[in-house]
């Protein structure tokens, strides 16, 4: 199959380098030469690597890249039965892209956004042929993430969805169906892991270390908010929080915070700038949390029982079934467990509780427990 990929930046590299892995022959395109020559030589010297490693041989890596063919010419699309665009985060451009594109490719070629916050459907109406289109929302790095949301809009048809869906589990990817809503899944239900840690913090009831020993330490997660902000970059992480935050109508579940606005203004972006929440400089003094356990539990009890309501919440609104959100959260983010399956382990009515405990204390919205498990709380179920 030729495939097209839009935008030769982290994503679209990551992606033409899966589509090839799979014998697809890919057309890689950008307006941008050095973006161009720098994805070919950065893919080259990542495959070098895993070739010394002896998980490819050199031929296959060969191959691989000999499938990959780099243009700065649209009208090489002609022919290809996929497309996938990955290029900046800008509705007016995408649209205008879009249009272009329609006019190099046949009928049947679907078109596919890797968009992570704009709607399906706006960018679908800038084509004659909206039916065509969908999101198909990869992680990142796209080789090594196995989780790909997939965003049918409400223009999309279900021969669209089912071809694209078929195409991506081929490559061994995790594809998990998705409403298209602000942040689909991961983007949403992730927000109350950097949301309620920023809020515990500016509260001045934990530190930033503290906050991060409990989470990692007590709750099992990979990596600690405080960490993994810095590792995303606080001006991405707080533009992400911020998108979903206004999309959603202001709903304060989602209230970004200053703590990480400020630190975004003045330039603490996390490892790439040396220095966010923490001062990765040489000869730093790393603080050390206080492994104190009853404060440990409170903050995992926390930010676990608004994560779990993230998550009750987007099943409640239908944007995802139960495993699909499940999957999309252990897969996606590396959570040590999915979060209703936690939720069963921990017991409703405990989240209930523990939610309700939050709304009597603050009497704010952003603490209101989600219909379902309140309902499920009085009926006695479960989610498995
Ligand atoms: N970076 C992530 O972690 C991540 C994860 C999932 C989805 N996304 C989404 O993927 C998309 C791309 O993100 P990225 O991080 O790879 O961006 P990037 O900045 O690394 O790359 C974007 C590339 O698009 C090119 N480009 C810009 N306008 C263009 C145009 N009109 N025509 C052709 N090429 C154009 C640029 O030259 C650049 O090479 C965005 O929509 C983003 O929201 C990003």
Redesign the pocket.
């Known amino acids: 199959m030729k495939i097209g990929v839009?935008?030769?930046?982290?994503?679209?590299?990551?992606i033409a380098q899966v589509a090839a892995s799979y014998g697809h022959n890919v057309v890689l395109?950008?307006?941008?030469i050095k973006?161009?020559e720098?994805?070919m030589d950065t893919m080259q010297k990542t495959l070098a690597k895993v070739v010394e490693k002896g998980k490819m041989t050199e031929d296959v890596k060969n191959a691989l890249l000999s499938r990959i063919h780099s243009t700065d010419k649209?009208e090489e699309y002609a022919g290809c039965e996929l497309i996938f665009?990955?290029?900046?985060?800008?509705l007016e451009?995408?649209k205008?892209?879009f249009a272009k594109l329609e006019a190099i490719v046949g009928p049947d070629c679907i078109l596919a956004?890797?968009?992570?916050?704009?709607s399906i459907a706006s960018i679908a109406a800038a084509c004659q042929k909206p039916e065509r289109v969908i999101g198909i929302?990869?992680?990142?790095p796209?080789p090594l993430m196995k989780l790909v949301e997939i965003i049918p809009a409400v223009q999309t048809s279900p021969e669209t969805t089912e071809k694209a869906k078929a195409i991506i589990d081929s490559w061994e990817k995790l594809t998990v169906l998705t409403k298209d809503t602000p942040g689909f899944i991961v983007n949403r239900v992730a927000r109350p892991f950097y949301g309620e840690a920023l809020r515990i913090l500016e509260e001045g009831l934990a530190d930033i270390a503290t906050i991060d020993w409990a989470m990692t330490e007590l709750g099992a997660f990979r990596m600690g908010p405080f960490t993994l902000m810095d590792y995303?970059g606080n001006d991405?992480n707080y533009t992400v929080t911020e998108t979903v935050f206004s999309a959603f109508y202001f709903d304060p579940r989602y209230k970004p915070a200053f703590t990480q606005k400020r630190l975004a203004e003045a330039g603490y972006l996390g490892r790439k700038t040396g220095r966010g929440h923490y001062n990765y400089a040489e000869g730093a003094v790393m603080p050390q949390p206080n492994k104190d356990e009853t404060l440990g539990r409170m903050i995992l009890n926390r930010v676990l029982a608004m994560l779990i309501n993230e998550a009750a919440d987007a099943l409640f609104w239908n944007v995802a079934s139960r495993e699909a959100i499940d999957t999309a959260m252990t897969n996606g983010v590396n959570y040590p467990k999915g979060l209703l399956k936690w939720a069963d382990e921990i017991g409703i009515q405990e989240v209930v509780d523990r939610l309700d405990t939050l709304y009597n204390e603050y009497h704010e919205d952003r603490y209101r427990c989600s219909p379902l498990l309140r309902k499920m709380a009085k009926e006695g179920k479960s989610f498995y």
């Open positions: 839009l935008g030769a930046g982290s994503m679209g590299s990551g395109y950008d307006t941008n973006a161009i720098k994805a649209m665009e990955a290029i900046i985060e800008n451009v995408k205008s892209v956004s890797n968009t992570s916050s704009l929302h990869f992680f990142n796209a995303i991405i």
